[in-house]
């Protein structure tokens, strides 16, 4: 299995000191490529999985792992997008599609040219200029899409992602992601 999960249990004590399980003994094998979608109502411990599973929550009990190896903190490899989007106010769309592979020390050249090959593919070529501030809701989101994807990770975690997006550009958004995946 790509994607592990093995008897892992998350919980955390409140200000009273009595603990709380937000998740118990959760057993789950995801293999590589699978496009996986977990369901449940709000607060059954969705986005404290994911966030486990990236490396933002520790677990209490049992072990997550990516490709064999036990998941402790957050990594390049597994990049997670979120509801909010994330970006920085004062760069461009292309620096901000380019903020990961700076942090990874991709050459400048090869930066701008990766960056603007992914703003190209989720539809923002021409809004490479653009700040944070000029983009719609959805747009915004196509951004933070690209520069996940920019960083070629391994796994990409998306944590309602089009929570905050009007219906149309929702769908929009679910079609271009299916696309990007197969491409």
């Known amino acids: 299995m790509f994607i592990d999960f093995e008897n892992v249990t998350v919980s955390y004590k409140d200000k009273s000191g009595n603990e709380n399980v937000v998740l118990e003994d959760v057993n ?4 590589k490529g699978e496009f996986i979608c977990l369901l449940g109502p709000s607060g059954c411990g969705k986005s404290t999985l994911l966030n486990a599973a990236a ?19 957050p990594s390049l490899k597994y990049i997670t997008i979120f ?3 994330g970006l920085f106010p004062w760069r461009s769309v292309l ?13 400048k050249e090869k930066r701008e040219e ?3 090959k992914n703003i190209e593919l989720v539809g923002l070529k021409g809004s490479e200029h653009k700040h944070p501030a000029e983009l719609s809701g959805g747009m915004k989101q196509r951004v933070s899409i690209a520069r996940a994807l920019a960083a070629d990770p391994d796994v990409l975690f998306m944590d309602e992602p089009f929570g905050a997006l009007d219906a149309i550009t929702k769908m929009k958004l679910q079609d271009d992601i299916l696309r990007i995946c197969k491409e």
């Open 28 to 31: 789950l094998s995801i293999d």
């Open 55 to 73: 490396g933002f929550e520790k677990v209490s009990k049992g072990t997550v792992k990516i490709d064999e190896k036990v998941v402790e903190k």
């Open 83 to 85: 509801q909010n989007y």
């Open 95 to 107: 620096k901000n599609v380019e903020f990961g592979l700076e942090k990874m020390k991709v050459p």
């Open 114 to 116: 990766i960056a603007m």
